[in-house]
């Protein structure tokens, strides 16, 4: 799994992601969401951003709820717009090219294709956009065991911004 110091992570997440067998997500609450400043508290907590599979009655992933309003799957993966800290990995994908379940790609076939590119989503490990081999995590989702608080150093700071 992807983690780093500006995220708050929930017990129960560890506890999920061992669940995971090759690609796995669930929901993170993104906080500090850019385009809030100016809503009061009661907006702003019907707002809250929060990115994470979307599954239909039998617990299969159907879409992605996320902060931006998207067109379709294509338009997911076009603007990279997934937070990789919503996602875990069993490692083969990222060293092994055997093994491997029909539909997902390892790490060195992604960049086989073209060996400048530079992986911009985790739905690239999935062949043709097919969400339905991700496995869904934290109760298909509804559960956010993970919040990402944006931080950034200001613009006038000693440290480099973003």
Same mark, same amino acid.
């Given at each position: =799994?992807?983690?780093? $110091?500006?995220?708050?992570?929930?017990?129960?997440?560890?506890?999920?992601?061992?669940?995971?067998?090759?690609?796995?997500?669930?929901? @993170?609450?993104?906080?500090?969401?850019?385009?809030?400043?100016?809503?009061?508290?009661?907006?702003?907590?019907? =707002?809250?951003?929060?990115?994470?599979?979307?599954? $239909?009655?039998?617990?299969?992933?159907?879409?992605?709820?996320?902060?931006?309003?998207?067109?379709? =799957?294509?338009?997911? =993966? +076009? !603007?990279? %717009?997934?937070?990789? %800290?919503?996602?875990?990995?069993?490692?083969?994908?990222?060293?092994?090219?055997?093994?491997?379940?029909?539909?997902?790609?390892?790490?060195?076939?992604?960049?086989?294709?073209?060996?400048?590119?530079?992986?911009?989503?985790?739905?690239?490990? %999935?062949?043709?956009?097919? @969400?339905?081999? @991700?496995?869904?995590?934290?109760?298909?989702?509804?559960? %956010?065991?993970?919040?990402?608080?944006?931080?950034? +150093? !200001?613009?006038?700071?000693?440290?480099?911004?973003?």
């Amino acid at each position: =799994m992807f983690v780093d $110091d500006s995220n708050t992570h929930s017990l129960e997440l560890f506890e999920e992601t061992r669940k995971t067998k090759w690609l796995g997500a669930f929901s @993170i609450g993104l906080l500090q969401h850019s385009g809030t400043e100016n809503l009061d508290e009661k907006d702003y907590g019907k =707002m809250l951003p929060v990115q994470g599979p979307k599954c $239909d009655r039998n617990g299969h992933i159907i879409g992605w709820y996320t902060p931006r309003k998207l067109k379709d =799957m294509s338009d997911l =993966m +076009a !603007r990279s %717009v997934l937070e990789w %800290v919503g996602f875990s990995f069993n490692a083969r994908l990222l060293w092994e090219d055997q093994g491997i379940p029909r539909g997902l790609r390892s790490w060195n076939e992604i960049l086989s294709e073209n060996y400048e590119s530079v992986i911009q989503s985790p739905l690239e490990f %999935v062949s043709r956009n097919n @969400i339905s081999l @991700i496995e869904p995590l934290g109760n298909c989702g509804n559960d %956010v065991l993970l919040w990402w608080q944006r931080v950034e +150093a !200001r613009p006038d700071s000693k440290f480099p911004s973003k």
